[in-house]
């Protein structure tokens, strides 16, 4: 019986010929291992565009994801999620190499891109297991909004809206409630994302937790907080509190409209984010290497 060949998707930052030339790159060097490179419909202008040899790969769709061994970013953080969420209901693992910024899920850079392919080709990679959220908004006992996220979930307002009423849940007991610019619920992932910047704290990623960090909260008691990974935060939207429009974000990604009295649940995903690595890099590290930290210590100076 004829074995299938092993199958990886590339997916690209087509808005940029580095990543697009890596991609080039990376679909030759699978080849050289008997790996067949897919590329995704969604990438298909952009390459096409850049001369990229279509003829060579395969066109990845949802119905192929079963097949697909591991998924192959090359950009930034924002490539990483695009990627996760087209693999998604098949659980394929996802390594990013990074062609972005900060690129903090990215496990390689640019410049090791042979050697990483090399190793990834050979197995020579481990999966590790991330917290993901899944999302529902109920209305007057419907569901009018669901799917999930890697780093977060924001309720915000939505403009011309200066500011939205919220009432905060955990695990069915009221908390607080206050007017604000909105509330983000995070992963440990996502703490170094949008929570980062609204002065959430930095968790380590295989702390099993959830972050809950308003957005310029008018309230005495508005401070980020860490809670266990099995609650479950349920924000109301209320415009007895402040009139204003509302919308439920998930990694600035995928979104959906929270009218007055929706109530936005927010849970732990029976099903986590899978991300493939080389080797095991201390968090630490990669804080300090990620954000440039003034990391010397005073004993060796």
């Known amino acids: 019986m004829t074995q299938s060949p092993r199958r990886m998707l590339l997916v690209t930052n087509t808005r940029r010929d580095e ?30 565009s850049a001369a990229f040899p279509l003829n060579k790969v395969e066109i990845f769709d949802e119905k192929k994801a079963q097949d697909v061994e591991l998924v192959i ?22 390594f990013g190499i990074n062609l972005g910024h900060v ?17 990834l080709a050979q197995g020579g990679y481990e999966i590790e297991e991330r917290v993901a959220l899944t999302v529902d908004v109920v209305l007057n006992g419907e569901t009018t909004f669901h799917s999930w996220a890697l780093n977060e979930v924001t309720v915000e307002k939505s403009p011309p809206s200066s500011m939205i ?4 849940r955990i695990d069915d007991h009221d908390l607080t409630s206050f007017a604000a610019d909105g509330i983000i619920v995070g992963t440990p992932t996502g703490s170094t994302a949008y929570s980062f910047s609204a002065g959430g ?6 702390i099993d937790a959830l972050l809950v960090t308003p957005l310029n909260a008018h309230a005495l008691f ?11 935060v349920a924000v109301v939207v209320d415009d007895t509190i402040t009139p204003g429009k509302a919308m439920v974000w998930c990694d600035s990604a995928r979104s959906g409209a929270a009218p007055s009295g929706s109530v936005v649940r927010v849970r732990r995903s029976p099903a986590p984010m899978r991300i493939a690595r080389l080797r095991k890099v201390p968090f630490a590290e ?16």
């Open 19 to 48: 990543a697009i030339a890596a991609a080039r790159e990376t679909a030759q060097l699978l080849g050289n291992f008997g790996i067949v490179a897919m590329v995704s419909d969604q990438d298909l202008d952009g390459l096409s």
């Open 73 to 94: 970013v090359l950009g930034g953080d924002g490539t990483i999620l695009r990627a996760a969420h087209l693999v998604r209901a098949a659980s394929v693992p996802v």
């Open 103 to 119: 690129g903090f899920l990215a496990e390689a850079e640019r410049a090791d891109l042979v050697e990483t392919v090399t190793a």
């Open 165 to 168: 009423g919220l009432r905060l």
């Open 201 to 206: 704290p930095i968790v380590w990623p295989e």
């Open 222 to 232: 508005a401070r980020p907080m860490v809670i266990p990974a099995n609650s479950e």
């Open 286 to 301: 990669r804080l300090v290497r990620k954000f440039n930290l003034p990391s010397e210590s005073w004993r060796n100076r």
